[in-house]
């Protein structure tokens, strides 16, 4: 069972710093991250996906992948009130690619 | 276009009761997921289907619990009898075809209370 683990937060960050988000994975033939927000009450939603080494930015979000450390990242600039939610981390479960697995997720709240 | 459409958003049992939830996959998708989301395991694949064939059921946590997708616009999931411990938020979710790294696109999702 592959196993991914967030930080349950809350991360605290002030308007307009970055956050930065962490996330490892136990499964080192992952080949497949994702990010997803998820605010309270809500439904998640996909912000970032990253399948290679390296970053990928998107607007103010950039998702950062190491494989060797079994570790992904989402980085948010110019962090706004409006990203206060719950962040969770998911990789691709199955051989066919087609079931995630999720973190917990971690709280980000952004004041003021 | 309408998203994923779960019914009911709510509900409120006893223990002992049978629950359906109900979900409607956006209109030309392959991939049907349940999942469940509680404070202390978060989100949970139950189980998913592809092309209304279940494909993967290993997350169904009993013999409780059950997963039908008679066609390509309809799912239920089915607990019975229920218990206290099933309370949770029950989420419906679909993807075009279940291909790697497609996005999956979540309903509103259906927050069960057992009593």
């Known amino acids: 069972q592959k196993e991914v683990e967030q930080n349950s937060g809350p991360l605290s960050v002030p308007e307009g710093a970055i956050a930065s988000l962490n996330c490892t994975y136990s499964?080192?033939?992952?080949?497949?991250f994702f990010w997803y927000r998820q605010y309270s009450g809500k439904s998640p939603e996909l912000i970032m996906s990253?399948?290679?080494?390296g970053d990928k930015e998107d607007g103010r979000f950039t998702a950062q992948l190491n494989k060797a450390s079994q570790y992904v990242s989402l980085l948010i600039r110019d962090s706004q009130p409006s990203d206060s939610a719950t962040y969770l981390c998911?990789?691709?479960?199955?051989?066919?690619?087609?079931?995630?697995?999720f973190g917990k997720g971690t709280t980000l709240s952004v004041s003021s | 276009d309408a998203g994923v459409i779960q019914s009911p958003r709510h509900e409120v049992t006893e223990m002992g009761q049978e629950v359906t939830l109900r979900c409607k996959p956006i209109s030309g998708h392959n991939s049907l997921f349940w999942y469940r989301q509680t404070m202390m395991r978060g989100l949970e694949l139950l189980i998913y289907?592809?092309?209304?064939?279940?494909?993967?059921d290993s997350g169904m946590p009993e013999d409780r619990f059950s997963a039908k997708m008679p066609n390509a616009s309809f799912s239920t999931l089915k607990i019975q009898p229920s218990e206290p411990r099933d309370s949770a938020v029950y989420f419906c979710?679909?993807?075009?075809?279940?291909?790697?790294?497609?996005?999956?696109?979540f309903g509103p999702g259906t927050r069960l209370l057992v009593l």
């Open positions: 499964d080192r033939g992952s080949q497949s």
């Open positions: 990253i399948y290679s080494n």
């Open positions: 998911a990789v691709i479960q199955n051989q066919a690619g087609t079931a995630l697995i």
């Open positions: 979710a679909s993807s075009p075809s279940g291909g790697a790294g497609e996005t999956q696109y």
């Open positions: 289907f592809n092309n209304n064939v279940p494909i993967d």
